[in-house]
């Protein structure tokens, strides 16, 4: 049996220490049983990370750039001449499929805080993300689209809706929602962000 590659058992370790995050968080989590989720002894995981910073700091960062990488796939789809609405509707996509795929990753990344061990390349790789979706709600704003607020209120009214529904799914995740379900939940998070008439 041929050995796994440095490359294959840094992902192994990676989605090993994802995994535990989601489940028992970043501070309930030790390396010993990182090694263990991966199959691998704890001398391995020196090797490649070496401390649970450096461990928790790349897992974080593999999963915003592929949140990152998987909203710029949604966004591209929609083409410049796309709508409010229908940008919402591509970034919703783009959570919703993530959130599907990687749900370990996501909920590592949504559901703590990690204010305790970001390096400032960590911290400034979340700020894309936020900043983005910022963008978002100001140009509804000023579209007149979306209800005026403090854009990072805003985002997080969404997104503390979308994770909740997230949360309610566990463990199966989205994936057990019909599309019509998927539907009309982002219809109702579009309702919180979307100016009335006359509001």
Do not use: C
Request: charged share 25%.
């Amino acid at each position: 049996m041929t050995p796994p590659s440095k490359s294959d058992l840094a992902q192994r370790l990676l989605d090993a220490a994802v995994a535990l995050f989601a489940e028992r968080t970043y501070e309930g989590t030790q390396m010993p049983a990182v090694a263990q989720r991966a199959g691998v002894g704890v001398g391995s995981i020196y090797r490649y990370f070496p401390s649970k910073e450096a461990l928790g700091n790349a897992a974080f960062q593999h999963a915003k750039r592929a949140l990152l990488a998987q909203l710029a796939e949604m966004l591209a789809e929609g083409g410049p001449a796309v709508d409010i609405r229908a940008e919402f509707g591509l970034f919703w996509r783009g959570f919703t499929r993530y959130a599907s795929d990687h749900l370990d990753a996501f909920v590592f990344l949504e559901h703590q805080q990690h204010d305790t061990f970001l390096t400032p390349e960590s911290q400034a790789l979340a700020n894309e993300i936020d900043s983005l979706a910022k963008d978002f709600i100001e140009r509804g704003q000023r579209a007149g689209e979306i209800r005026a607020g403090d854009p990072e209120q805003l985002v997080a009214m969404a997104m503390g809706a979308f994770t909740g529904l997230l949360k309610q799914q566990r463990p199966g995740g989205l994936a057990q929602l019909s599309p019509e379900t998927l539907a009309q939940a982002e219809e109702a998070v579009w309702d919180l962000l979307h100016r009335k008439a006359g509001r």
